[in-house]
């Protein structure tokens, strides 16, 4: 069966980096979009990145110009590198992935950022 791995999570200071990987294992193809997701405590999961299959790219506002996603399709992996991190972005990150009629998601790995 199709399953998300996901590691890098972390605890990290304000300024910080990190970066996070997602591998799809099992047999997959045809990946139209591989991405991250989040939701910290008191809200609602939101869109952090995604890219599609043709290298098209989608920020939340919050992540531009300090979140970049990449994706290696023959490893079948999706990375998200987080540069200057801040306390707001402490949440549980869900990677997410969209294959042809149907949506993967990760069991969600903890991200802190605080001082």
């Known amino acids: 069966q199709i399953h998300l791995v996901e590691s890098g999570v972390g ?61 290696d399709n023959i490893k079948k992996t999706v990375y998200l590198q987080m540069n200057d991190l801040k306390p707001e972005d402490t949440a549980v990150y869900y990677c997410n992935v969209v294959a042809g009629d149907k949506e993967y998601w990760g069991q969600g790995i903890q991200v802190t950022v605080s001082s």
């Open 11 to 71: 605890s990290v200071q304000p300024g910080g980096s990190l970066t996070l990987s997602c591998l799809a294992a099992g047999r997959i193809y045809s990946m139209y979009v591989m991405g991250w997701h989040r939701q910290a405590l008191g809200k609602q999961r939101e869109l952090v990145a995604h890219m599609t299959q043709y290298g098209e790219t989608h920020y939340a506002d919050s992540a531009k110009g300090r979140f970049t996603i990449s994706r």
